[in-house]
Each structure stands twice: as C-alpha cells, then as structure tokens.
C-alpha cells in the first residue's frame, strides 16, 4: 500500500538552529500539507502547496516557516531559527484530489527544541 | 468552542461495547472525516462522508452526519482491545474557489478498550 514516508523520526535541535523536515508524499498525488501537533493538542494546520506554490497557510506559519518541493518527489518543511515553542510533532500529508479524498499522513518528526 | 470539537475527550470501555464519539463544527463543509491515532503515531484515515450524505457504514464503523446541527458521531461496534487509540474529526471547509483541501481538526477523543 502506498505510504507518506517522513524523515527523521525524531530531531533535537539547539533554540536558533535552522531544521529541515523532509517527506516522501504519494506518488501520484498532487496535494501536500504539513500539520503540526503539539503534545497533548490538537492537529493543527501549517500550510497547504501545489502545483510549486503555497495555496494556503496559517497564522503559525510566519516568516521562520518554509516549504519546498526541490526534485518532484521530496516535499520539505524549514524552520529558520527554531524557538523552544516550535516543539511538537510534524506530519506532513498528500491527497490526489483537493476535495472529498482521504488525506494520508506520515508517521510524523518529532521535533525537540532544546 | 472551536471548529471540531469533540466528547467526550476520554472514553473507556469493556471490550465487546460500543464506543460513541461525537464531534461538533461550526462552519460550512464539503466533507468530514474521522481519522485515528495511535498514540505517537500518524493519523489514520478511517471514513469519509460528504456534507449531503447523513449516514456512513466501513465494516465496525458508522459515521452519521447532522449539517444542521453541524454535527458528527462516529460508533465504532463490538469494540476490541485493539480499536484503543485516539480519534480526531476533521473538517473541509466549504469555500468555494478558495478550498485548498486543507483539514480542521477536533481535539480528539481517547479510547481504551479494556480487553
């Protein structure tokens, strides 16, 4: 069965440090997302991307947030200058459509801001 | 109280029980969906019904949909120690040429089946 892979599984980074978070979205699919969940909340929305361009984004998504689609298969989240607050799990996610379709998820990075 | 909420926010039952989990919205939709959590884990897509349908069945699973009350309860039958996970509602907003699929989630519904 075809998988959203997401690497790595977990990152500690120093407050400051710049972080990428990569994913392998479905193949054939032509949507993309990332979604962050901080412990014990609720998964929220960061931003949406296609056709190499974001769609939509959220508040959370501010200047130190980025996305990028750098060779067509890959599908990466950068954060510039990660903040202790920055601390959640990130799943990114991928639909073939845009409406009324299953989202697939990742198994998500957890990201530790130390 | 926020786009996809849900109750209760813990559940625990026996294993053989029937496990009723609700999810309120606010907003227009095109779909809602139900998705499961293992705990640190990916969410798992479980059932999908759109905004003209009331009732959904995928095996243990039934989905029923009230848009008037914007409304949503996922009963999951016969439960079993294995069905114990977290379940989140989410919804796709209507917004015409603006919809970009994105999802809103509730903040979820902890189940345990005691086995």
């Not at chain 1, 996305?67 to 950068?78: A, I, Q, Y």
């Not at chain 2, 969906?33 to 019904?49: A, D, E, M, T």
Request: aromatic letters at 10%; hydrophobic letters at 30%; proline letters at 3%.
């Amino acid at each position: 069965e075809p998988e959203v892979t997401q690497t790595p599984s977990h990152q500690v980074t120093q407050m400051g440090q710049e972080v990428i978070l990569r994913c392998v979205p479905i193949s054939n699919h032509l949507y993309f997302y990332w979604y962050r969940q901080i412990l014990g909340q609720k998964v929220e929305f960061l931003v949406s991307f296609y056709n190499n361009e974001i769609s939509e984004k959220s508040e959370i998504f501010d200047d130190q947030f980025s996305v990028e689609r750098p060779d067509g298969s890959n599908f990466t989240l950068k954060i510039r200058s990660t903040k202790l607050e920055d601390s959640a799990m990130y799943f990114c996610a991928s639909t073939r459509w845009r409406e009324y379709t299953e989202a697939f998820f990742g198994q998500g990075t957890r990201l530790t801001v130390v | 109280s926020q786009q996809g909420e849900e109750d209760p926010q813990a559940l625990s039952i026996q294993e053989g029980e029937n496990a009723t989990m609700n999810c309120s919205y606010k907003t227009s939709i095109n779909n809602l969906q139900w998705y499961r959590q293992n705990s640190g884990r990916g969410l798992v897509h479980l059932i999908l019904i759109r905004s003209n349908e009331r009732e959904k069945h995928s095996g243990r699973l039934r989905v029923t949909l009230d848009t008037s009350k914007k409304s949503s309860s996922l009963l999951i039958t016969a439960s079993r120690a294995a069905d114990t996970a977290s379940y989140f509602c989410a919804t796709d907003e209507r917004g015409g040429s603006g919809n970009t699929g994105k999802l809103i989630f509730g903040q979820g519904t902890t189940l345990q089946v005691k086995p």
